[in-house]
């Protein structure tokens, strides 16, 4: 009965391990990119608008454009 309780407790710190590992390295990565933008590089895949489109309307300049073009 205690190899049951034991198991199920290893595999049970197992995951917990990897997820603080996973929160660690996203921390980690979070912190670099953080670091690289405030140094002043573009990361144009992190960037809103997506460069390839247009400025963002406003929902009053749609509607309009949708009734023109109806």
Not at 41 to 60: N, Q, R, S
């Amino acid at each position: 009965m205690e190899g049951i309780i034991l198991e199920g407790m290893t595999i049970g710190m197992a995951v917990v391990g990897v997820l603080i590992l996973v929160a660690v390295v996203t921390g980690v990565f979070l912190a670099w990119l953080s670091e690289e933008e405030r140094a002043g590089a573009v990361f144009t895949w992190a960037g809103w608008p997506i460069p390839e489109t247009k400025e963002p309307a406003l929902p009053e300049e749609e509607e309009e454009e949708e009734r023109r073009a109806a």
